[in-house]
């Protein structure tokens, strides 16, 4: 089973701020990789899929790098609606499985 | 565009089933899309629970695989979940997703949209 890591597992940032967030994956799984971002009180929504394609809908300011076992997701300018859990998900391996989480809050 | 909602019994006592229903609209479930549960216990992150087709084949995480049961009903546009057997470790948010897709793909075990959410609380 692979395990993904996240950190840091908390940011304090201010809006128009760059931030980069990373996932680790235990063992290679290739771009197979996905990011969420989650609000209080609702659910995940997807923003990029293979590593690197945003989800439909999501934007530009948000992008997403990496393969084999060490991935970034880039949000440029964070926006006030931005500050939320963000995590990232496997589907390479059997189980798929999300790692612990982000949160970036507000400094 | 698709929107899921579940619905159930937000209480179940221990060693009971816990049993929930997602109702589809929007679009067909007769399609290549795969249905989803994920859970979220109260300041947690997210478990994937499990996934069934339209036409019914599933696969389960395997620590959860002895005690869940999903099954499709394409004609009522909905999927379900059952859990046996719970613990107060099974309280949870429960969500259900679809697979992804876009205009010309879907993509097995990426999760979007999802429904908003339903709270529920094994206790006595």
């Known amino acids: 089973e692979t395990v993904l890591t996240q950190s840091p597992a908390t940011l304090s940032l201010s809006p128009g701020e760059r931030v980069t967030l990373s996932c680790r994956a235990s063992?290679?799984?290739?771009?197979?990789l996905a990011w969420y971002q989650q609000k209080p009180g609702q659910a995940p929504r997807l923003l990029i899929f293979d590593a690197s394609n945003r989800a439909t809908g999501i934007p530009a300011r948000f992008s997403g790098s990496g393969s084999g076992t060490d991935f970034t997701l880039t949000i440029n300018s964070l926006e006030p609606e931005d500050f939320a859990m963000y995590y990232c998900q496997q589907r390479r391996d059997w189980p798929p499985g999300f790692g612990p989480g982000t949160k970036v809050d507000i400094k | 565009q698709v929107q899921l909602q579940e619905s159930g019994p937000g209480l179940v006592k221990p060693s009971g089933t816990l049993s929930l229903i997602c109702a589809v609209s929007?679009?067909?479930?007769?399609?290549?899309?795969?249905w989803i549960w994920v859970r979220q216990p109260p300041g947690k992150g997210l478990e994937w629970i499990g996934e069934?087709?339209?036409?019914?084949?599933?696969n389960y995480n395997p620590s959860l695989e002895s005690r869940v049961t999903m099954s499709v009903d394409v004609s009522k546009n909905q999927f379900s979940l059952k859990v046996t057997s719970v613990t107060t470790a099974d309280t949870a948010v429960y969500y259900c997703?679809?697979?992804?897709?876009?205009?010309?793909?879907?993509?097995?075990?990426?999760?979007?949209?999802w429904g908003q959410g339903t709270l529920v609380t094994v206790s006595t």
């Open positions: 929007g679009g067909s479930m007769d399609s290549n899309n795969w």
């Open positions: 069934i087709s339209h036409s019914g084949i599933t």
């Open positions: 063992q290679s799984i290739g771009n197979f």
């Open positions: 997703a679809s697979s992804y897709c876009t205009t010309t793909s879907c993509f097995v075990r990426y999760f979007d949209p």
